[in-house]
């Protein structure tokens, strides 16, 4: 097995020629006739005993060529691109070039990663918002809280309010006739929340339990059931429970029960500043985005499209492994929402590319900066890893190779560098 060639023949496409010797091939095809001879019925001799003679002449020369092939392949096109000294990025594709007596040439193109080029990318400029936090948003957020901690009081002897909880049994006609979809039993509403057609809560307020009465609305005209769009329709509706929501008073006592302060100015000041955290979060983060696109923007690059494939499909692998960490996978996920593969790899593509481009800028502006990691460097980042998956140190060294860790710690310092040089406005 040796390597014949190795031309560029795309954008940081190579095409390698590699050749199997006859003696190799010839073993392989042997092999494939042993796994497969059982399965092949010749008239006049028993199942599995047929010659390899004879089924090469009944069914043609190459019958075994194609699981003999798939058998060298491997170490064939390794040795190949070692000899070729590439760094092959994506999946090789493959041809044929030849069989005959000598042995099989096998050809694969091999993408690699192109030689880049960044100018400018210290000193980028972006706006970064400012951050205020508005006694509105303060409000909010503590009445965010106070909802979640309100009491249902069961109502008996008074009229539901808007804001109440009411379990309602209805049945919508158009025109006298009932419609599918328009009756329900025991459902509960709460009334403002503008779950159902837009006046049907508000008629429903000011009813009393088991008080039987119309509910009379139109459909809106871009409703989603055609039959029913900018229809007139009445409910026949009944109260089997009002339950009303009641909010506690915003006083020490609230601050005592929701946090850890034990005044309500205290826990205000928390919130806000809580909020102001959350908010300079937000705008660091898109103000890190438009620096990024900006570098992304000013790298100059012919890149191979196999590596865009390959991107998609590890974002594909951590789509699924975040699906079965929420007790799904990717086929019942295909089920509920109507997607498939290639509709989800449509979906993740531009992702993808952004993700290709961004990691090339870096890795080239590493080179540029002559940026290095020290060992220390590495066992610190291998033991943060190891912490963060509950792993021995040991264990993540046998699973991630020590310079896939130095080349991650160098595309992170060099974007440090890119964020820390970059300019608010």
Not at 94 to 110: C, H, M
Not at 237 to 264: G, N, Q, R, W, Y
Request: charged content about 35%; some cysteine.
């Amino acid at each position: 097995m040796s390597l014949i060639k190795s031309e560029l023949t795309d954008k940081s496409v190579y095409t390698l020629e590699f050749s199997v010797d006859q003696e190799t091939f010839n073993k392989a095809i042997s092999n494939a006739y042993r796994k497969q001879v059982g399965k092949i019925a010749v008239p006049g001799f028993r199942k599995g005993k047929a010659p390899r003679s004879v089924i090469e002449k009944m069914y043609g020369k190459g019958f075994f060529y194609e699981d003999a092939i798939n058998e060298v392949l491997p170490d064939a096109f390794d040795a190949a691109l070692a000899e070729s000294g590439l760094a092959m990025v994506g999946q090789p594709e493959f041809d044929i070039v030849s069989i005959d007596d000598n042995g099989v040439v096998l050809s694969a193109k091999v993408a690699v990663k192109p030689e880049a080029k960044i100018e400018g990318y210290l000193g980028l400029t972006a706006k970064k918002k400012a951050v205020r936090v508005t006694k509105d948003q303060i409000e909010q957020e503590i009445n965010t809280i106070r909802e979640r901690n309100a009491r249902e009081i069961e109502v008996t002897d008074a009229a539901s309010e808007m804001g109440d909880i009411c379990t309602i049994d209805y049945e919508g006609f158009v025109d006298g006739v009932p419609f599918e979809g328009g009756k329900g039993s025991d459902y509960p509403l709460k009334l403002g929340s503008g779950n159902f057609i837009p006046g049907f809560e508000e008629q429903v307020a000011g009813h009393k339990l088991e008080e039987e009465f119309d509910v009379n609305v139109t459909f809106p005209t871009e409703y989603h059931a055609k039959e029913l769009a900018g229809k007139a329709a009445v409910f026949k509706t009944v109260i089997h429970k009002i339950k009303h929501i009641e909010l506690p008073e915003l006083d020490d006592d609230f601050a005592k029960d929701v946090s850890e302060f034990d005044t309500m100015d205290e826990y205000r000041a928390d919130v806000k500043a809580k909020i102001s955290k959350r908010l300079k979060e937000e705008a660091e983060h898109k103000f890190e985005e438009e620096i990024l696109d900006q570098l992304i923007e000013k790298l100059e690059a012919d890149i191979p499209e196999q590596m865009y494939v390959a991107e998609t499909e590890n974002f594909v692998r951590d789509y699924d492994n975040r699906l079965r960490m929420q007790g799904l996978d990717l086929k019942t996920y295909f089920q509920y929402t109507g997607m498939n593969l290639d509709s989800l790899r449509e979906q993740l593509r531009p992702q993808a590319e952004k993700q290709v481009k961004l990691r090339l800028a870096l890795e080239t502006i590493a080179k540029l900066e002559a940026i290095e990691v020290t060992e220390e460097d590495i066992n610190a980042e291998i033991e943060s890893i190891a912490k963060t998956y509950s792993m021995e140190v040991e264990k993540v060294r046998e699973v991630i190779p020590v310079d896939s860790v130095a080349e991650d710690m160098k595309v992170k310092k060099a974007m440090d560098l890119v964020k820390e040089k970059a300019i608010a406005k």
